[in-house]
């Protein structure tokens, strides 16, 4: 079943309840869907790959406010924005913990035999390649530092 489908069967489920936090966050992909199948040379598809970046971008996006909102103590819209992302992560694979990040990591490095942090943006293409939708790029970035300064 492909995300548009499931976004709108969730989308119905939600108007039913009146669940007013869960219907928000999924309109809010609905439009992105609507928006990238509209793109010249989309054909008005949309490959998984594509569903993927589109679902961690909102999530990012999300998550950014979040960080804005709580320094500035607007717990009011910090909520709002923790209720989105939790309904757009559902549509996302199970994430990665940070024990297995790491473990995934250090593997590449060991594969590509990187030995300093000149080798990182070696280790980075390689890594966001694989755990795309696992993780986002931040954490990624970081348990790549972290592992190459040893």
């Known amino acids: 079943m492909s995300l548009e489908t499931q976004i709108m069967e969730q989308m119905k489920d ?12 999924l309109r809010a992909v609905k439009a992105e869907i609507i928006k990238m199948k509209t793109e010249p040379g989309a054909n008005g598809q949309i490959s998984e ?3 993927l970046k589109l679902l961690q971008k909102l999530v ?4 950014d406010s979040l960080e804005i909102f709580e320094k500035q103590n ?9 209720e ?9 694979p199970k994430q990665l913990g940070e024990a297995e990040l790491k473990e995934a990591i250090a593997k590449i490095i060991s594969e590509t035999g990187a ?4 080798d990182m943006g070696k280790v980075m293409g ?4 694989q755990l795309a939708g696992k993780t986002d790029g931040k954490a990624i970035s970081a348990v790549v530092k972290e592992l190459l300064a040893k």
């Open 60 to 63: 990012k996006q999300r998550k």
């Open 115 to 118: 030995a300093s942090a000149a």
């Open 126 to 129: 390689i890594a966001t390649k």
């Open 74 to 82: 607007r717990e009011d819209l910090a909520l709002k924005e923790r």
């Open 14 to 25: 939600a108007m039913k309840a009146k669940d007013e936090p869960a219907l928000r966050g």
């Open 49 to 51: 790959e594509g569903e």
């Open 84 to 92: 989105e992302i939790t309904i757009i992560e559902k549509f996302l």
